[in-house]
């Protein structure tokens, strides 16, 4: 008698719109319009499977009120990234995101940079993320796709870490290749610590394929770029178009 390995199938790879720069447009005018709710209620009407908005310090985009209106306005789940601050935590807590990802945040840069140093900051963030996870909040760590970083994620106790895409999308060629590498190899081996591997940051149309290929990512995490061609093509259809190049890649 032959015996066949049972066939593991593939979960979905769930896309998580990050609606920040909708707001960063309504923010230019001082006014109402564009409003980031009516992106999320978009994103939801055309089968993104969560919205994804960070709170910065200087509120340069997405403000106070408008995670508690997304909240109201779709029942997708909300990742909510935040800087590892007091202000953000009592934030998070008062609001009970689905999710929280906590982030590197630096006034001065454009957008978020590098990973969050876990392995160096673990003594700070091990309260963060226990009142987080007291609270029923998953809790996701932003981080480069460094193996001491995946550990540190797993002495802290993270669910979830989310892989920064940001050197594989800047790099070509070789450079590329070997990023791509990296994203494959961190993905397995937090997928062997128990962690489930998301993943996000300057992903585009054209580098999406290969990294939604990746058989361990449960999620990738999408802003700028989206909003970007929503201007040319309308917010539904990028997504769609989104959709249908991370469903080809499985
Ligand atoms: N994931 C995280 C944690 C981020 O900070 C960002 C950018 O705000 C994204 C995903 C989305 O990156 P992008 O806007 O380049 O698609």
Partial sequence: MTTTAP????PRLRLGVNIDHVATIRNARGGE???PVRAAQIVAAVGGDGITAHLREDRRHIRDEDISRIQAATSLPLNFEMAATEEMVAFAL???PHAACIVPERRE????EGGLDAA???NRLAPIVSRLADAG?????FIAPEPRQIEAAMKLGAPVIELHTGEYAHAEGEARAAEL???YDMAALAAHCGIEPHAGHGLTYENVTAVAAI??????????YLIGEAIFTGLEAAVLKMRELMDTAR
């Fill in 137 to 141: 909040i998953r809790v996701s760590l």
């Fill in 7 to 10: 066939q593991r199938l593939q």
């Fill in 33 to 35: 319009h564009p409003d």
């Fill in 94 to 96: 008062r609001h009970k």
């Fill in 181 to 183: 590498r990296r994203l």
């Fill in 120 to 122: 160096g900051q673990h």
């Fill in 109 to 112: 840069e454009r957008t978020t």
């Fill in 215 to 224: 058989p361990q990512l449960a999620e990738l995490n999408i802003g700028h």
